[in-house]
């Protein structure tokens, strides 16, 4: 589990922008049956966890304030449930922390990440299609993971493919996404389909032409004929 240290904010609305100079992002933590806390966050802490953790992984957010201040002292377990972007920058701009409670399902976008190699890709120059990156999963806080694997080293022949339905995951998981979704597939290299398609398009092309001069030739002859006997 991550561990993020945040403070409770005063600043509030238009003035959250003093913040943002000095290095930390306005914040929010909310949830079921809980009352919404503003908090603040270190802009460089929260952008190197979340590279890591994304919204598929649980933080525990170490809260520092006074009860007096409206804030509680501790920590709470917490997923990056919404993130703003400064439009230009794409910088940091406020988050929202959902506060999970314990025994209640919670549902979340988790990363697929593909392992093994193909031998259609390796041994035949097959082409590895991607169509998912990530599946919707649905499963108490405690049981979270942060990604799926998806071992390809079983896709053997062009065509082959894995689908959602496929994907291994513990018991405790369960994936929302429709089963025959395709994760990933095999295609033919696009070289191999233009190579087999040519000599054939080119001997069909060669037998209309051969059988076109050849009815003309046959006419010709006949006409010679027909026109040899009407001169005797």
């Known amino acids: 589990m991550f561990t993020l240290k945040a403070q409770s904010r005063k600043l509030l609305g238009g003035k959250a922008g003093t913040l943002r100079k000095s290095g930390v992002i306005p914040a929010v933590v909310y949830g079921h049956n809980f009352k919404t806390q503003s908090i603040q966050v270190p802009y460089q802490e929260f952008e190197k966890i979340y590279k890591q953790a994304r919204e598929s992984s649980l ?22 449930h919404d993130i703003q972007y400064h439009p230009l920058t794409n910088q940091f701009q406020h988050i929202d922390f959902y506060k999970i409670k314990a025994g209640e399902k919670i549902t979340v976008e988790v990363e697929l990440k593909l392992t093994g190699l193909s031998p259609a890709v390796k041994e035949l120059g097959g082409v590895l299609v991607s169509s998912l990156d990530e599946v919707e999963i649905e499963c108490l806080p405690e049981d979270l993971i942060h990604q799926i694997e998806v071992d390809i080293s079983g896709l053997k022949n062009f065509d082959d493919i894995i689908r959602v339905g496929d994907l291994k995951v513990p018991r405790n998981i369960k994936i929302l996404q429709n089963p025959k979704d ?26 209309r032409i051969g059988e076109t001069v050849k009815e ?11 026109e040899g006997g009407k001169e005797k």
């Open 59 to 80: 933080i525990d957010l170490e809260i520092e304030g006074e009860k007096s201040e409206g804030a509680w002292p501790g920590s709470v377990k917490v997923l990056i």
């Open 182 to 207: 395709v994760v990933v597939n095999i295609e033919r290299p696009r070289e191999e389909e233009v190579a087999e398609g040519a000599p054939e398009e080119k001997v069909e092309e060669v037998e």
């Open 216 to 226: 003309e030739k046959e006419g010709k002859e006949e006409k010679e004929k027909k």
